[in-house]
Each structure stands twice: as C-alpha cells, then as structure tokens.
C-alpha cells in the first residue's frame, strides 16, 4: 500500500485521545465534532508543537464552533445558487469551479465548505460527468478550477478521467488544480501521481498553506516534485486569528513559500462561515499586515488580499491606499518607509 494511504488509513485520534493529551473536556470536544467532523491525519497532526498554536488551531475542535452569530451562514459565498449544473460553481463568464470531491486529508476547522462535510454531494461521478457536459457546452468558459474537497484524494485513475475529459474540451485553455495536500499530506505527491498529472498540461496548481511550521521537508519534496513536473504553483492563505495574523508570520510564510518556487497568490479574509468567528480578523488589521509585506520583502512575497463577497457577490481585491493627497495634478503618496513623495499626474 502507498505511504499516504497508510497514512490516511492510520487515521485520526479520537476526542478522547485529543482531550487527554490537550487537557481539554471530552464531552465538549465530543458536541463540537458531532456538528462539524473532526479528522486530521497523523502526518499534520504530528506537526502541532504545542497546544495552541497555528497548526494545533487549524485541525482541533474549539467550543468556539458551536456558538455562531447570525451573520454567519452556513453557505457564506451562495454558491448553492452559482450551480448551473452539478458540481458546477459558475459566478464567472470565464472560468468556474469544478467539485470532484468532498473527501480532504484533514478538516480544517474554518473551512467554508464545512457543510459539504454532513452531505457528500460530488462523490459521485455521474454528477461530475454531468458537470464537465455543461462545460463542455458552454465555449465562454477558458479556465476550469477543479477543486472540492481536495481532488487529490481521489484515485488516480477516477481523477485522470475526470482530467483528460476536461483537457479535451477544446475551448477549455488550462486547468486549475486546488489543493490542501501538498501542505497536509505531502507524502501523496508520489511520481506515479506526477506522471499522470504531466499528461494535462498547461497545468496549475494551488496549493494551501497558512502557516510557515507546515512548510517542512516533506512538503518542500512534495513541492519540489510538482515543480519539476512543469506545473506552475500558486498558493492561497486564509487570513486567521490566531494562526497566521501576525506581520512576521505572515512574511515568514510567502518567504518560505517562494523558496519553495510557489508565488504565492492569494490572502483570503476568512468567509462568514457559521461557527467561525474566533477565527476572523478586522480587514483593518488584514491591510496592515497586507502593507507590511508590501513595504518589507519583495513583491514576488505579496498576495492578492481578497474578501469573497457573502451571497454571492465575487472576490473583491482590497490594496493598502498609498495615496495621501491630491492637489491639481500633484499627487502626494507615502513610500514605504512612511515619507512623503510627490508625483505629477498627467491631465486625462
Ligand atoms: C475564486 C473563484 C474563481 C477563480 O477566480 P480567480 O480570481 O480567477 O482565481 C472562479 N470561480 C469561482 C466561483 C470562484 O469563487
Ligand atoms: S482542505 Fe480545504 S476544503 Fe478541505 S477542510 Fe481544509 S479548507 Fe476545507
């Protein structure tokens, strides 16, 4: 059997186990676990240092979860409504997602799909069939993200069909890959995987990572080989209290990222996900930390800082305003060691 099945198989400590090494109330663990499904597999758990840090807080139930606000919902981006066909979310002229799975390698417990986890939907290969047809009948769309769940649990195989169909659409210029896998379950990047994936390009791939301790070297290998496979690696981070909000985190993340040859992509601000909100940042906050990147590393280190729109409304990208004053056509801005420059604007 591959490593990472042993790995997936080996499974997950149970609320007890949990309670008792953490010092936590098991019943309590119990209630939250039975509303969202706790899972996370040996390899990431290995990974916590101590109770309550950025990896301890991304995977281990917290009472928190069971007491949300009414501005939160359940299906905090409407994508119940952007489904024009099964597995299809389409908000987009252009592009739209394609749901192959609802398994992951671990529940994140922030994550907005949390309510795919109580009913499995796209599991089934007739729905995802059906859904890569109505791709296949509509010419606007060029980019198709396939995503879940984490479409690198499926078989390879199951994922290859799904792959080649997609990549024979004529219209379809690329495929997207998301994936919390790299991060979460290195040890599935295996050559057998990579030579498959080969076969579909121009490939890329996504790949979720929100803290630097999950960067380590099975990651970096896992990394390193998609990499070499010629597929071009992006990354996203939700933004998170408590995990990842802090400059030298955040900074020490991208760096880690880009050493990795991941240009990293996108910064979420966490979505208004039912049960979440221990974990959520002010977009204050998110924009200092957004202007601290700016200002101390590279661009090659800054994401796109972006908020989902709750109903359905679409990513909307918020930059740092380094413009202070307008004056005629002299434009006053602060440069990143806080001075002020002017700029002599051209009249339209
Ligand atoms: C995020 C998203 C995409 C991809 O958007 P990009 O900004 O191109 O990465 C496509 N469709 C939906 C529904 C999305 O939410
Ligand atoms: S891997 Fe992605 S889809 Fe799965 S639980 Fe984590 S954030 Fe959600």
Redesign the pocket.
Same mark, same amino acid.
């Given at each position: 059997m591959e490593k990472w099945r042993k790995i997936l198989q080996k499974g997950c400590a149970s609320p007890e186990e949990i309670a008792e090494k953490f010092h936590l109330d098991a019943g309590k663990l119990r209630a939250v676990a039975a509303q969202f499904p706790f899972f996370v597999n040996p390899y990431y758990f290995s990974l916590i240092r101590e109770k309550g840090d950025g990896i301890y807080r991304q995977c281990i139930p917290d009472e928190r979860e069971l007491s949300g606000s009414a501005d939160l919902m359940k299906d905090p981006l409407g994508e119940e409504a952007h489904t024009p066909a099964p597995c299809v979310v389409r908000r987009y002229e252009d592009r739209c997602l394609l749901l192959v799975s609802n398994r %992951?390698a671990?529940? %994140?417990r922030f %994550?907005?799909?949390k309510r795919k986890f109580e009913t499995p939907m796209c599991v089934d290969r007739e729905k995802v069939l059906q859904g890569i047809e109505y791709i296949r009948k509509e010419p606007a769309i060029r980019d198709v993200l396939v995503t879940?769940?984490?479409p690198l649990l499926l078989e390879d195989s199951l994922l290859e069909e799904y792959l080649e169909k997609v990549h024979a659409i004529p219209h379809v210029d690329y495929i997207r890959i998301g994936s919390?896998v790299p991060c979460?379950l290195p040890q599935r990047i295996t050559g057998k995987l990579l030579k498959m994936l080969k076969k579909y390009h121009p490939l890329y791939m996504n790949v979720?990572f929100n803290h630097p301790d999950e960067i380590t070297e099975e990651s970096a290998r896992a990394l390193r080989r998609l990499a070499d496979g010629g597929i071009v690696l992006g990354s996203q981070t939700v933004l998170l209290k408590g995990v990842n909000d802090d400059p030298h985190v955040l900074q020490a993340l991208m760096r880690r990222l880009l050493a990795c040859r991941v240009r990293p992509y996108y910064l979420f601000h966490a979505d208004l996900v039912f049960g979440t909100e221990h974990f959520r940042v002010s977009l204050k906050k998110g924009l200092e930390l957004m202007d601290f990147l700016r200002n101390e590393s590279s661009g090659m280190a800054v994401p796109h800082y972006a908020v989902d729109l709750p109903g359905g409304g679409g990513k909307v990208q918020l930059v740092p305003d380094h413009q202070v004053a307008r004056n005629g056509k002299k434009v006053t801005f602060r440069n990143f060691c806080g001075e002020l420059w002017d700029f002599p604007d051209t009249e339209e």
């Open positions: %992951c671990m529940y %994140c %994550c907005t799909r879940g769940g984490d919390r979460v979720h």
